[in-house]
């Protein structure tokens, strides 16, 4: 039995990374659990079943304890039985306490991280419990204990295909109105504010830089994140006094499918120096999927050399008219990320036995 804690299809790290295992397991007729941690809150009144809301309130209370410890006690179980248990960046204790009692039981432990942050301070000892550890990149390595290390498997992130238009849509992109400039930027604005995000700050000066470029051509910019509203603002006070239409939309699915499924540009700058940067190609691998021209402020060292020719380097100015002379291979661009997606599954699967 595989189980699958704490995964959710709204969360990118787990939509691109192991939420295939759940496919992968499943067309090899392996039993998936999904489970969450359980809550430490006491139940409360309304969850109790019905028959039991006549009881005294104090014997309520003690049957919502009952309930709760027998939910702890479930999840343990589950872990314990399980074949292969794979989790992203645990962090919570409770969860680090509940990986090393299923390791008692021999179960492999396979600790995801799509990225590693300061902010997770546990996360090392994710790594000491993991049977395997999972990396989207080779730079990432470098943030895994030396002792660790032996752990580690590079596995890619898949294409995020629920993200891309439909096929019809994504045809006509190709073919119609290759020559626009509007713009597109998306991706994640943290709770600490837009500034914070250093590719989103790149590319607000990257556009301020190009700003006479973009209003001569009357090119449009589109914000695709969360927090859009605070993004957009951030934008405009780089931006002022120009009279360039920038709009902001709230990141989900079908804005992404919408917005994909537009003709125009995706600029997508990433943090300096470039050839340091641990991130994943992940967006640009969806852009050009997509059909979209990619403008990247240098190479990023996950973009894969058959995919490098086709993306368009610039550091700072955005001319949108030079932009609509570079020609794509949309169909060699297709084939390559359908055959690498076929590998990764591979890799996953390899890793569950």
Not at 33 to 52: D, G, H, T
Not at 71 to 85: E, G, V
Not at 144 to 150: A, D, F, L, N
Request: charged fraction near 25%; hydrophobic fraction near 40%; aromatic fraction near 6%.
């Amino acid at each position: 039995m595989l189980i699958l804690i704490n995964a959710e299809p709204n969360r990118a790290g787990c939509r691109l990374r192991w939420w295939n295992l759940k496919k992968a397991a499943e067309n090899h007729h392996q039993t998936v659990k999904q489970i969450s941690l359980p809550s430490e809150k006491i139940f409360r009144r309304k969850e109790l079943p019905k028959a039991c809301l006549i009881l005294p309130h104090r014997l309520q209370r003690v049957i919502r304890k009952i309930l709760l410890k027998t939910n702890q006690l479930w999840f343990l179980i589950n872990l314990a039985a399980a074949h292969s248990i794979v989790t992203g960046k645990p962090n919570d204790p409770r969860l680090l306490r509940a990986l090393r009692f299923a390791r008692c039981f021999r179960t492999k432990i396979i600790v995801d991280a799509c990225d590693i942050k300061p902010s997770y301070t546990n996360i090392n000892e994710a790594f000491e419990i993991a049977t395997h550890i999972t990396l989207p990149t080779q730079r990432l390595i470098a943030k895994i204990p030396p002792k660790e290390r032996h752990k580690i498997r590079i596995i890619p992130d898949s294409l995020d295909r629920e993200s891309l238009p439909g096929e019809r849509q994504a045809e006509l992109i190709t073919f119609k109105e290759s020559t626009s400039s509007d713009i597109v930027w998306f991706g994640v604005i943290e709770e600490s504010g837009p500034s914070e995000r250093p590719s989103f700050s790149l590319f607000c000066d990257q556009i301020k830089a190009s700003i006479q470029n973009l209003e001569k051509h009357k090119s449009s910019i589109t914000l695709v994140c969360s927090r859009s509203n605070e993004a957009l603002q951030h934008l405009k006070q780089n931006l002022a006094p120009s009279s360039l239409t920038c709009i902001s939309k709230e990141w989900s699915l079908q804005t992404m499918r919408e917005e994909l499924g537009r003709p125009g540009i995706v600029v997508i700058p990433y943090p300096e120096p470039i050839e340091n940067c641990p991130k994943s190609a992940n967006r640009i691998e969806l852009s050009l999927y997509a059909g979209k021209k990619v403008i990247v402020n240098g190479l990023l060292p996950s973009l894969d050399l058959e995919l490098q020719r086709h993306v368009i380097i610039r550091e700072r100015l955005i001319n949108p008219e030079e932009i609509a002379k570079h020609l794509i291979n949309i169909t060699a661009i297709r084939h390559y990320l359908d055959e690498k997606q076929n590998r990764i599954d591979q890799l996953w699967y390899q890793l569950l036995h």
